[in-house]
């Protein structure tokens, strides 16, 4: 017999305002800081949905955001999936034309932007990919200067509502989140999350098998609420009874070390970028992080060395986590397992910086080139499928890419990974063609078709190289034009990319080579250069070997 009701958000928000009426949400704003309570918080989506349902968002319409982390972002969260509309979060890193086609493919009715992004999303505007979007909500209490029409201020937009809604019993199949995922070569592709893959995520993840998250936890998410939900941890973070922190807009080190000193911060997330950035910053400035139990470090492999210096020199355990667009997104988590604690602490750091143990819900194999399943041995790798309730089986309205990466219920990961006997995952190496720096993906071949555009260019090739900070950087190998001038081809090729993509797109080296090599097939064989010119440090702040994993250890 199936449950009264569907696997659905609409418990947690419910829980969170009853039985933790207190706990306190905390966003850091141009302002100052900002902090109501779930009590306040549920008054406000409530109002959000009506506001929602006044602006004729119906059930599965789709309610854009182009936000940085906080309260207001936070509030859709809750109020557009439960009222029956899709939550999807646009990522304002993006370069323009990702941005209209993503806008045009998802049709979203309505645009949520933060003021610091109205210009950015203006830039972007393009009337035929914006068609479906009927009115811009800029997230404050004032409309900046701008070119887009039908924009009012989102204190406004809600200021008048009732905060009781009442919210419907929705099917566990209704779509209720969106995210693109720019991981793979050609245009982003859409992951839609239903309301039971929300909520299934949500549950898996908040045991210890998890993120182990209790309602003493005062959590901050750092990475982008515009990147898979921010790992899921607003969700999470609710269903706990937890206190959020949220850091705004592009939050330096010293914010972020302040934020975890006043609010008392316990649990905080994002990518290796960003804790590297700390840890300098510390060496430095003088920080309480008393509070800090648990840093957890994902979307690109959390250094060795990391994960050392927060344990030794600041008592902060981090867990490194994997996961992707596709699954909602978190799949493992480096936990140690019982008796690993007392193991040396090279060898504990050794299995944290593997990618980590399966949660509970989810399956996977190991797949050989030839398609066979690989042993747990620690040594054979392959691709890394998994499947289960969170895991999307497809993308959005793109029949060919969801043929290429999905079999039989599987998603095919496109990460080269190795299992030890014990079940940690370790990734090896990427058969996905992309560069992930600072944990925002580079298209290496858009970059490549725009280099070989250029009339100086006979053939270009881009690939992704360790970089310390950013953990991989794009660089150019160029084979000139016979008629070219080697010195200022370098600038006017790095000078167009910067004019036609996000300046960070702009590859840190330029190489001229004679000839790129090819595959037997002969496709472009970036293997072949990336073994060539590792060892070089072609970027500044080569990684340090702990870092750059590689197929061949
Ligand atoms: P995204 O869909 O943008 O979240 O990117 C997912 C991809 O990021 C994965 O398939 C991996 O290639 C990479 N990734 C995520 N987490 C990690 C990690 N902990 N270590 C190494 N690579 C990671």
């Known amino acids: 017999m199936p449950g009264a009701t569907a696997q659905t958000l609409r418990p947690f928000l419910w829980r969170a305002r009853r039985m933790f009426p207190d706990r306190e949400v905390v966003s850091r704003t141009h302002e100052g800081i900002h902090r109501y309570t779930y009590a306040e918080y549920a008054d406000r989506v409530g109002q959000l949905a009506n506001a929602l349902d006044g602006a004729g968002v119906e059930r599965g319409d789709r309610v854009g955001t182009f936000c940085w982390n906080h309260h207001r972002h936070y509030?859709?969260?809750?109020?557009?999936?439960?009222?029956?509309?899709?939550?999807?979060?646009?990522?304002?890193?993006?370069?323009?034309?990702?941005?209209?086609?993503?806008?045009?493919?998802?049709?979203?009715?309505?645009?949520?932007?933060?003021p610091s992004l109205v210009e950015k999303l203006a830039g972007a505007y393009d009337e035929e990919a914006f068609a479906s979007v009927e009115q811009f909500v800029v997230m404050g209490?004032?409309?900046?200067?701008?070119?887009?029409?039908?924009?009012?201020?989102?204190?406004?937009?809600?200021?008048?509502?009732?905060?009781?809604?009442?919210?419907?019993?929705l099917p566990g199949d209704q779509p209720a989140g969106m995210c693109y995922t720019s991981g793979t070569t050609g245009k982003p592709k859409?992951?839609?999350?239903?309301?039971?893959?929300?909520?299934?995520?949500?549950?898996?993840?908040?045991?210890e098998a998890g993120l182990d998250l209790r309602s003493s936890d005062v959590v901050m998410p750092v990475v982008p609420m515009f990147h898979v939900n921010a790992w899921g941890m607003p969700f999470s973070t609710t269903a706990a009874g937890a206190?959020?922190?949220?850091?705004?807009?592009?939050?330096?080190?010293?914010?972020?070390?302040?934020?975890?000193?006043?609010?008392?911060?316990?649990?905080?997330?994002?990518?290796?970028t960003v804790w590297l950035g700390l840890l300098e910053y510390l060496e430095e400035n003088d920080a309480d992080l008393s509070s800090l139990e648990t840093i957890v470090i994902g979307g690109s492999a959390a250094p060795?060395?990391?994960?050392?210096?927060?344990?030794?020199?600041?008592?902060?355990?981090?867990?490194?986590?994997?996961?992707?667009?596709e699954m909602s997104p978190i799949g493992t988590v480096a936990r140690l397992k019982p008796g690993m604690e007392s193991l040396p602490a090279e060898e504990r750091?050794?299995?944290?910086a593997k990618q980590g143990l399966l949660i509970p819900g989810l399956e996977m194999r190991v797949v050989g080139d030839g398609g066979e399943e690989l042993p747990w041995d620690g040594e054979a790798f392959g691709e890394l499928h998994v499947r289960g309730p969170w895991v999307t089986t497809e993308y959005f309205e793109r029949p060919e890419a969801t043929e290429e990466d999905f079999e039989d219920g599987w998603l095919k990961t496109g990460d080269v990974v190795t299992v030890d006997e014990e079940g940690y995952v370790k990734i090896v190496d990427r058969a996905k063609d992309v560069i992930k720096s600072g944990g925002e993906w580079i298209s290496s071949v858009e970059l490549e078709n725009a280099l070989m555009a250029h009339d100086g260019v006979a053939e270009a090739t881009v690939v992704g190289v360790p970089h310390q900070r950013w953990q991989e950087r794009p660089v150019a190998f160029v084979v000139p034009a016979a008629s070219a001038d080697e010195e200022s081809l370098k600038t006017e090729l790095v000078e167009m990319v910067k004019s036609e993509f996000p300046k960070w797109w702009a590859p840190d080296e330029v190489v001229f080579i004679e000839e790129v090599p090819k595959t037997a097939t002969g496709k472009f064989d970036k293997k072949v250069l990336r073994n060539q010119y590792d060892d070089e440090s072609l970027v500044e702040g080569k990684a340090p070997e702990d870092a750059a994993p590689d197929a061949n250890d």
């Open 141 to 169: 209490s004032e409309v900046p200067d701008t070119s887009l029409e039908n924009v009012v201020d989102y204190e406004s937009f809600i200021g008048d509502e009732d905060a009781t809604y009442d919210w419907p019993d």
């Open 349 to 352: 750091y050794d299995k944290q």
């Open 304 to 325: 060795k060395s990391v994960i050392r210096r927060f344990d030794e020199e600041y008592d902060v355990d981090v867990l490194h986590a994997w996961g992707m667009t």
């Open 243 to 272: 206190k959020h922190v949220y850091p705004g807009p592009s939050p330096s080190p010293a914010d972020l070390a302040s934020l975890i000193e006043e609010e008392g911060v316990t649990l905080t997330a994002g990518v290796p």
């Open 75 to 114: 509030e859709t969260y809750f109020a557009a999936p439960s009222m029956g509309g899709q939550l999807h979060t646009i990522n304002p890193l993006l370069p323009d034309h990702h941005v209209q086609y993503i806008v045009e493919n998802a049709a979203d009715r309505i645009i949520l932007v933060d």
């Open 190 to 207: 859409g992951v839609e999350y239903t309301q039971e893959m929300l909520w299934s995520h949500t549950m898996a993840t908040l045991p």
